[in-house]
């Protein structure tokens, strides 16, 4: 079975450019996660989705960051302006339904110089 | 909300031998515990979940026990190998894979 696959790999912009990163979750995956891993830090989640619906997105500061799950498969989170504190590596994760394990992508490590 | 603290920060073992890492969590409404292992540029991996209902779960070289009194679980990996080196996350949640909240990490080295 395929695992959760996510592009670019590595991401380098300088602040306030915009950048998007994507997110093609294990098939059959309702559930699907964003996470922000900062170096020497666990991962936080930033946003989860149902299907194509919002769950929760109460970490995710929104005056910067979008994410969309169109047709419920895939999808993109994206940093407009970004800052150099958005330096970290950005996790995709996904789960058959909200209460089965979850299993993450290799994720996308951005660099804001 | 939900508060995991991980300790060691960092653990160094000789190889053949045991190694333990263990984690508080703060919300008594907690009631799945997974266990991830991250290798150098890769994602985290799960390598053992426990729920609620069970105070201990092993697999093969690793086991994982819970006490929900005192609210506090912990990895123990036996036997301990060169490829078990990595960093390991222990994380909680009250709904299984959502809303998850991760532990600092623990780096461990097994040296041969």
Redesign the interface.
């Given at each position: 079975e395929a695992g959760?696959a996510q592009s670019p790999r590595y991401k380098i912009i300088e602040k306030r450019q915009s950048v998007a990163f994507w997110c093609n979750p294990i098939s059959g995956h309702a559930?699907l996660?964003w996470y922000q891993q900062i170096l020497?830090?666990?991962?936080?989640?930033l946003i989860?989705f149902q299907n194509n619906g919002v769950?929760?997105d109460s970490q995710l500061p929104k005056d910067r960051f979008s994410a969309e799950r169109l047709k419920g498969v895939d999808s993109t989170l994206k940093i407009q302006p970004a800052k150099l504190e958005d330096s970290a590596v950005y996790?995709c994760?996904s789960?058959s339904?909200?209460?089965?394990?979850?299993?993450?992508?290799?994720?996308t490590r951005l660099t804001v110089v | 909300g939900e508060n995991?603290e991980?300790h060691p920060s960092t653990l160094s073992v000789q190889e053949g031998d045991s190694a333990v890492i263990k984690c508080t969590y703060s919300d008594s409404a907690s009631n799945?515990f997974?266990w991830?292992k991250q290798e150098l540029?890769?994602?985290?991996?799960?390598i053992i979940?426990i729920r609620s209902n069970v105070g201990e779960k092993k697999d093969q070289r690793i086991a994982v026990t819970l006490n929900k009194t005192a609210k506090h679980f912990s990895l123990h990996i036996t036997e301990t190998q060169p490829e078990d080196s990595a960093v390991y996350?222990c994380?909680a949640s009250t709904?299984?894979?959502?809303?998850?909240?991760?532990?600092?990490?623990t780096r461990l080295t097994i040296n041969p």
């Open positions: 959760v559930t996660y020497g830090q666990g991962p936080k989640l989860q769950v929760d996790l994760a789960s339904d909200r209460n089965t394990e979850a299993f993450f992508g290799q994720g | 995991v991980q799945y997974p991830y540029g890769k994602g985290p991996q799960l979940d996350f994380a709904g299984g894979a959502q809303k998850l909240v991760f532990g600092q990490g």
